[in-house]
T-cell receptor
Framework: AQSVTQPDIHITVSEGASLELRCNYS??????LFWYVQSPGQGLQLLLK??????LVQGIKGFEAEFKRSQSSFNLRKPSVHWSDAAEYFC????????????FGTGTKLQVIP | SAVISQKPSRDICQRGTSLTIQCQVD?????MFWYRQQPGQSLTLIAT?????????ESGFVIDKFPISRPNLTFSTLTVSNMSPEDSSIYLC???????????FGPGTRLTVL
């Protein structure tokens, strides 16, 4: 069965500092990997996704993520965090190829301090 | 990507009543999904709704409690029946983009049951 682990429930960073959110997945084949962001009271917005090819993917809002098959990881990074990045971030894994059941991690809540 | 709207955005309901949530997408899509996000939790898939067929429910969710309609390729409803306080959650609709193997989410419906 597929699964996603986000080991950090809550992270606090200073504005302007770099950010890395961890994600580990379990999937029997080549995974389709996603990062979503949820601002308070909002739905989920897609930040970026990885299906194949270059293992470093760029997303919106200055985020990037790197797929490391050997570590079963898909960590999200941003070089300089802005106060507006405060939100909850969800990593997800699916199978692609038409209908895909997507499994979400438990989320990491990001707090940004001035 | 797809633009998805949900109605209502939030509601407060009495125990024992039912609420129907609507999901409208701006383009025709094959797959629509309904998720539940309980307070402080991640997303749990309730069911998958394909146009012209019965919804497929995940383990722990039944049609009598969460009936779903999918009358056409741009619209779906989820009813939460005979509500109890444990049904207080955010309910999210998502669609899978036919060409992108990616799910896009609506803004969610925040339900409080008293």
């Amino acid at each position: 069965a597929q699964s996603v682990t986000q080991p950090d429930i809550h992270i606090t960073v200073s504005e302007g500092a770099s950010l890395e959110l961890r994600c580990n997945y379990s999937y029997g084949a080549t995974p389709y990997l996603f990062w979503y962001v949820q601002s308070p009271g909002q739905g989920l917005q897609l930040l970026l996704k990885y299906f194949s090819g270059d293992t470093l993917v760029q997303g919106i809002k200055g985020f990037e993520a790197e797929f490391k098959r050997s570590q079963s990881s898909f960590n999200l990074r941003k070089p300089s965090v802005h106060w507006s990045d405060a939100a909850e971030y969800f990593c997800a894994v699916g199978g692609g190829g038409g209908y895909q059941k997507v499994t979400f991690g438990t989320g990491t809540k990001l707090q940004v301090i001035p | 990507s797809a633009v998805i709207s949900q109605k209502p955005s939030r509601d407060i309901c009495q125990r024992g009543t039912s609420l129907t949530i609507q999901c409208q997408v701006d383009s025709q899509v094959t797959m629509m999904f309904w998720y539940r996000q309980q307070p402080g939790q991640s997303l749990t898939l309730i069911a998958t709704a394909n146009q012209g067929s019965e919804a497929t429910y995940e383990s722990g969710f039944v049609i009598d409690k969460f009936p779903i309609s999918r009358p056409n390729l741009t619209f779906s409803t989820l009813t939460v029946s005979n509500m109890s306080p444990e049904d207080s959650s955010i309910y999210l609709c998502s669609v899978e983009s036919n060409r992108e193997d990616t799910q896009y989410f609506g803004p969610g419906t925040r339900l409080t049951v008293l």
